[in-house]
């Protein structure tokens, strides 16, 4: 049986600021990735998504970014990989201890945004990160889009991987994303990118824009919980991957 897992970006919220819609969304995925305090979150955000996912047996990651709260941690920032190992250790190490006080255990790190994408292109970004990862717990599973240079060299230095891909992105012939800032860089139609889950899962294909396939493997996809939609959107999602046949599991989990 195909399986693959469903992520999805939690915890954002902090002080009296609530964000996204982690409550309805956690019944139809697998994996949640939690903000760490430095993009979005704070420490009472961190313990109570924690609870709701153990609730909820959701396996749990932590979400490193780049320490630029008004940026959401989307915007680039001029980094080099002290900074970023720095950073990364800090955030992972700091959502550990609410995952090892409420009797859990941390499965994975994805990185948030910006960081993402620098560390997906840069060698020594790269490095930084993985050996964060290794240095926290070696056995941790490292979430990073398919075809990535993070994904190749995490895998070579022997660290579990997981390759993300995304139902409601359009790629490029080159496996890349379309940029968000083409006209066509998202799938805002659910049957289309159910259609495109259902394909990079069973037959390793997304699409570009104009409907070509572009190889593409994936272990996970993530799905975006701030859109109005999410919820419904996931729950579409999740029931359409099971009616074809493809079970939805972490990684590291059975099916």
Known sequence: MKKVDLNCDMGEGFGAYSFGQDELLLPFISSANVACGFHAG????????????????V??????????????????????????????LYQIGALNAF?????????HVKPHGALYHMAGNQPELAD???????????????????GSLLLNNAAAAGLNTAAEAF?????????????????????????????QAISIVADGLAFTPEGAGVPVHADTLCLHGDGSH??????????????????????????
């Open 167 to 195: 139902a409601d992105r359009t790629y490029q012939p080159d496996g890349s994303l379309t940029p968000r800032t083409s006209a066509h860089a998202l799938i805002n139609e659910s049957d289309q990118a159910l259609k």
């Open 59 to 88: 396996a749990i990651g932590a979400h490193p970014g780049l320490p630029d709260r008004l940026g959401f941690g989307r915007r680039p920032m001029q980094v080099d990989a002290r900074e970023v190992y720095d950073y990364l």
């Open 42 to 57: 704070d420490p009472h955000t961190m313990r109570d998504t924690v609870t709701k996912c153990l609730d909820a047996g």
């Open 128 to 146: 930084a990160v993985i050996q964060a990862v290794r240095d926290v717990n070696p056995g941790l599973i490292l979430f990073a889009q398919s």
């Open 99 to 107: 995952v090892q006080a409420a009797g859990g255990a941390l499965r």
């Open 230 to 255: 999410a919820a419904s959107f996931a729950e579409m999602l999740n029931q359409g991957l099971r009616t074809a046949g493809i079970a939805i599991s972490a990684p590291g989990r059975p099916a």
